[in-house]
């Protein structure tokens, strides 16, 4: 551990924070130890309990810390954006530019897909998750709809989930060492035709 300057308790409850992610992503949430969270941040495992009731609770923390910086590009990439046709557009080339955290979303919501059979408090905590990603992206289609720019046939509830899918999907990819031959491209170039009606 290193024996560096001492850190405020939000920064090192951020550090920590930033870690567990990082090491969750990497070995699953099994497969990382609160041990080695702790190691890899500088602390002791009685320092990081302090800051984190249990690993279950760490590990709800990173699946929130890294949607809501997914959530905050997906803004940005949005508020940056003057042709509403091309929010979604945005928002998946924020999520594909943004790579560490992308990651990290994905790989924590497969996890947390595979845990949530086992474990009843994952399961509530993710389904509560996304369906509050799924009401951002909801959201971002009806807005969208209500320039003209995405067809009003379209169902906006039901075009989130498809959003959220296919962000499932390229974590899926991401496991198995991509999809054949540009088939992620031409699934989003599909996506785009449908949406804007052309």
């Known amino acids: 551990m ?7 308790a939000e920064e090192r409850r951020a550090a920590v924070l930033d870690t567990a992610c990082r090491v969750f992503a990497r070995c699953s949430y099994r497969g990382a ?3 080695e969270i702790a190691r ?3 602390v002791t495992e009685p ?10 609770a760490l590990y709800l923390a990173c699946i929130e810390t890294a949607w809501q910086r997914v959530r905050a590009a997906w803004d940005e990439a949005v508020a940056n954006e003057p042709d509403p046709g091309a929010w979604t557009q945005a928002m998946a080339d924020a999520f594909f530019e943004f790579k560490e955290q992308r990651s990290a979303v994905a790989q924590l ?6 845990e949530s059979g086992d474990d009843p408090e994952i399961r509530r905590y993710l389904r509560r998750h996304l369906r509050d990603v799924h009401a951002f992206v909801a959201d971002v289609v009806t807005r969208c ?3 003209g720019a995405i067809p009003a046939a379209r169902d906006p509830r039901a075009e989130a989930w498809i959003f959220v899918a296919v962000g499932l999907l390229t974590a899926v990819a991401g496991r198995l060492g991509g999809l ?7 699934i989003r170039a599909a996506r785009r035709a449908w949406l804007s009606g052309s």
């Open 2 to 8: 290193s024996a560096g300057p001492r850190l405020p």
């Open 33 to 35: 130890t609160t041990a």
């Open 40 to 42: 890899e941040a500088g």
């Open 47 to 56: 320092i990081l309990y302090r800051h984190f009731a249990s690993k279950q």
């Open 109 to 114: 919501w497969l996890q947390a897909l595979t």
């Open 145 to 147: 709809q209500a320039t």
């Open 180 to 186: 054949p031959a540009n088939d992620l491209e031409r």
